[in-house]
């Protein structure tokens, strides 16, 4: 599977992105798919995943409520609406999709194919 993480840029706070990742050559419908970031000088993070069939996902606590993570099977693509960005949501942003069914979402060892990263700038 190769993913392509695209619509990333350069937003002022308060503003709203919304990022792409583009499956192609997998299936890509039928695991479990997450975002993460990764900011200057940090490790990278957990920001949010969603179950296969769209009915379940899960965020981090620094992004609840403000991101939504979402997906469209039929076009192997998945989604991240951010809203109400903050200049410590400033990053790279990668998106990553599972190979097997685990039941785990959070932990980067749980993904086994990753997208190049698009990166987001929130300037304050």
């Known amino acids: 599977v190769q993913l392509q993480a695209y619509g990333g840029g350069l937003v002022q706070t308060g503003g709203s992105l919304r990022l792409s990742c583009a499956a192609s050559?997998?299936?890509?419908?039928?695991?479990?798919m997450g975002w993460f970031r990764q900011a200057p000088g940090k490790e990278r993070e957990f920001v949010a995943a969603?179950?296969?069939?769209?009915?379940?996902?899960v965020y981090a606590d620094s992004v609840k409520g403000r991101f939504t993570i979402s997906r469209d099977n039929a076009k192997n693509t998945g989604y991240l609406q951010m809203n109400s960005l903050k200049p410590e949501d400033t990053a790279i942003y990668y998106c990553a999709v599972q190979g097997r069914i685990r039941m785990g979402l959070i932990l980067p060892s749980a993904y086994d194919y990753w997208g190049q990263g698009t990166e987001v700038t929130v300037s304050s």
């Open positions: 969603i179950r296969w069939s769209g009915g379940s996902t």
């Open positions: 050559g997998g299936t890509f419908s039928n695991y479990a």
